[in-house]
């Protein structure tokens, strides 16, 4: 009893023996099968073989995602998207140019040039003749006037302007009608100094006194009844050189005292009258437009007023040559 107990235990806690066992009495109970080894191994019976559809169509081969790089596609911007900004980039400088104020170029402040610096230029020969009722001293040629032939003929100077506005011609002329200003308004002009430069800074002040004497000699030989000077800086020589010392606070606009007649002939004749006016030029910025009309606007009224008076000489001067023949 105990022994056959045993048994049954043993054969509960181990049947995996019981399993060989039996497949041991299977084998040996089977009968022999026929051998398949023919002496050589076939490699092809070991070889991979990719299963394959039947369409005839290889199956991509699948791989690791840990062993392939990844691809980063970068998007290419569209030809009109880089345009476009490229505009706007154009359209923002532009706006930007636009606001900011354009630096203004300083310039240079000019000292004395000599005469060979502009004696490529030709001078302004003098439009004058006798007993001009007005005869305008200049202080010289510009850059334009000398390339021209034509007085006071920068487009910024407002010498022909202020003679209409004045009065002094009763209509608006140009510089090329200046060579007739003696014959049409019985008017002139002349320069202290006659070589061109291209203002007044470059002059030097022993060549603007040499000038004086030579219109006082001018004034002697056609005898004009006024002069103008226009400008302070051309009046500043004529007094100098009279009284040998500067202007200072003498200095006035307008009709200057009789005292200072110029082409002055002891006992023959009293001399021109003179006028100090403003100067025309466009770089002369220190009196208001206003105020060099209303400066102008003096010798304009005289003007008009001494024209009215000659013409009724000239006419009883006619009718008593009539009436005495």
């Not at 082409?263 to 206003?290: C, D, H, Y």
């Amino acid at each position: 009893m105990t022994r056959s107990k045993a048994a049954q235990e043993a054969t509960i806690q181990d049947p995996v023996c019981d399993d060989g066992a039996k497949e041991e009495q299977d084998i040996s109970s089977s009968p022999p099968q026929p051998a398949t080894f023919k002496g050589r191994l076939q490699m092809s019976d070991f070889m991979f073989k990719s299963n394959e559809s039947s369409s005839g169509q290889t199956s991509p081969i699948r791989r690791s995602p840990r062993f392939t790089t990844p691809t980063i596609s970068t998007p290419t911007p569209s030809v009109s998207v880089a345009k476009t900004k490229r505009t706007k980039e154009l359209d923002a400088e532009d706006i930007e140019k636009e606001i900011k104020p354009k630096k203004k170029r300083a310039r240079q402040a000019s000292g004395y040039a000599p005469p060979s610096t502009y004696a490529h230029l030709n001078g302004l020969p003098d439009a004058i003749a006798s007993n001009l009722l007005v005869l305008f001293i200049g202080l010289n040629p510009g850059i334009q006037t000398a390339r021209t032939g034509h007085a006071y003929a920068h487009p910024s100077n407002l010498f022909w302007k202020l003679l209409y506005s004045s009065g002094l011609t009763p209509r608006l002329c140009s510089p090329t009608e200046d060579r007739q200003l003696p014959e049409l308004y019985s008017m002139g002009f002349t320069n202290i100094v006659a070589r061109p430069s291209r203002n007044g800074s470059e002059l030097s002040k022993q060549e603007m006194d040499e000038g004086v004497e030579i219109l006082h000699e001018k004034c002697r030989k056609y005898r004009p009844e006024s002069v103008c000077v226009v400008g302070k800086s051309i009046w500043e020589s004529i007094w100098r050189v009279r009284h040998g010392k500067p202007v200072g606070k003498a200095f006035k606009y307008g009709w200057q005292d009789e005292s200072e007649n110029m082409g002055v002939i002891e006992g023959e004749w009293e001399g021109s009258k003179v006028f100090v006016s403003s100067s025309t030029s466009g770089l002369a910025a220190t009196l208001s437009p206003a105020e060099k009309e209303r400066i102008w606007a003096e010798i304009g009224t005289w003007a008009q007023k001494r024209r009215a008076e000659r013409e009724l000489e000239a006419k009883e001067e006619s009718n008593s040559v009539f009436n005495s023949v």
